[in-house]
Each structure stands twice: as structure tokens, then as C-alpha cells.
T-cell receptor, first 111, second 110 residues
Framework: DTAVSQTPKYLVTQMGNDKSIKCEQN?????MYWYKQDSKKFLKIMFS???????INETVPNRFSPKSPDKAHLNLHINSLELGDSAVYFC??????????FGSGTRLTVV | AQSVSQHNHHVILSEAASLELGCNYS??????LFWYVQYPGQHLQLLLK??????LVKGIKGFEAEFIKSKFSFNLRKPSVQWSDTAEYFC????????FGAGTRLTVKP
């Protein structure tokens, strides 16, 4: 019954590795997002997808690439992980006028 | 793009005290406004939202917020806080996407 689900919940990996975080929503929403929450709790939007088209791409490194195989999924792939990538990553979906629904987050730790 | 500022970084209150957390946004057009709460180690949960209509919005857990258009503000209030309200509170503004304020940490002492 989970509306927006992310996997994995925790991810510990070494510098230089490539990893993916998966996100799925069963709400039928049109738009999905990725947010990064840093150690100071600041939430910053990274990407959003609307009908499989990227409509926002904030100034994030090109090591980060969102991939949307269909309307219900928006995965985040990260190449060559760096220490500064350690954060909590939240997936969200939205449909006007209902607002946003967030996933439970993925805590990424790069060592 | 819209931006959001939250005035208080950390607020410490005793139980039963009244709470008001400030939020101001900058955007010239129509916005949707939200308050989210994040309990320690948890994900974001929606407290309340304003799209249109009555500017005084009531949310869950006894929280309310008032939209004052002339002041570009959307302050969060609760008449009497509880220890379980200890959390991080985020104001957010949605135009084409949702932008968050820096958050206010609320600590309620028992």
C-alpha cells in the first residue's frame, strides 16, 4: 500500500563506485522528483520528470543521472561516488492539486 | 524561481508553550504553500497545505498556519506543544516544483 517507495533504505559504498537508487509510485501521479537532504537537513531539488521528460535539472554534477523507464518509476543513478555525495535522498511524486508525496528516503554513505 | 526563508534555525520550548514558526517566500504570482514535519530518522510528513480559499489552514496534530498574502508569509502555529512535537519543520512553496526552506528544529522539553 506504500504510495512512494524507495530502495534501498540504506546504502554504504566506497568512493568511486557506481550505484542506483530506485523509486516507484503507485499513485498515478504525473510528475516525480529527486531531492537531496544534506547533513544540515537542507532539502534541495535535483530533478523532476513529467511524462518521461526531464523538466528540471538543477545544478547537480553530471555524475547524477535520473532514469525513468515509465511514469511510475524514477531511478537515480550515480557514477564515481564522492564523499560529498553522502546524504539522504528523497523521491517524491505530485499531481495537481493534491500536492506532493514523499518516499521514506535513502541514506547514502560514501566511505 | 521561488524561494523560501525560515527565520528560526532552532527553537526550544517547554511542554504546553505556544509555538509560532516563521516562513516567508518570494514569488510574485500564485503559489501553493506547505508545512512538512520530519521526526528524527523519519521521512517528510505533510502537516498542512494552502492552495486557495480560507487563509487560515488547519492541519494534523493541532497545527495551523495563516497565509498573509501582503506579507508573503505562511507562519505555523500550535497553541500548546508536546514533547512528541520535537522534530524538524519545513516550510515549502510550490510553483512549477517544490522548494523548501532551510528548516526549523523544534525541541520540546518535557
Amino acid at each position: 500500500d506504500t504510495a512512494v517507495s524507495q530502495t534501498p533504505k540504506y546504502l554504504v559504498t566506497q568512493m568511486g563506485n557506481d550505484k542506483s537508487i530506485k523509486c516507484e509510485q503507485n499513485l498515478g501521479h504525473d510528475t516525480m522528483y529527486w531531492y537531496k537532504q544534506d547533513s544540515k537537513k537542507f532539502l534541495k531539488i535535483m530533478f523532476s520528470y513529467n511524462n518521461k521528460e526531464l523538466i528540471i535539472n538543477e545544478t547537480v554534477p553530471n555524475r547524477f543521472s535520473p532514469k525513468s523507464p515509465d511514469k511510475a518509476h524514477l531511478n537515480l543513478h550515480i557514477n564515481s561516488l564522492e564523499l560529498g555525495d553522502s546524504a539522504v535522498y528523497f523521491c517524491a511524486s505530485s499531481q495537481e492539486p493534491y500536492g506532493y508525496t514523499f518516499g521514506s528516503g535513502t541514506r547514502l554513505t560514501v566511505v | 524561481a521561488q524561494s523560501v526563508s525560515q527565520h528560526n534555525h532552532h527553537v526550544i520550548l517547554s511542554e504546553a508553550a505556544s509555538l509560532e514558526l516563521g516562513c516567508n517566500y518570494s514569488y510574485g504570482g500564485t503559489v501553493n504553500l506547505f508545512w512538512y514535519v520530519q521526526y528524527p530518522g523519519q521521512h517528510l510528513q505533510l502537516l498542512l497545505k494552502y492552495f486557495s480559499g480560507d487563509p487560515l489552514v488547519k492541519g494534523i496534530k493541532g497545527f495551523e498556519a495563516e497565509f498573509i498574502k501582503s506579507k508573503f508569509s505562511f507562519n505555523l502555529r500550535k497553541p500548546s506543544v508536546q514533547w512528541s512535537d520535537t522534530a524538524e519543520y519545513f516550510c515549502a512553496v510550490s510553483v512549477n516544483d517544490m522548494r523548501f526552506g532551510a528548516g526549523t528544529r523544534l525541541t520540546v522539553k518535557p
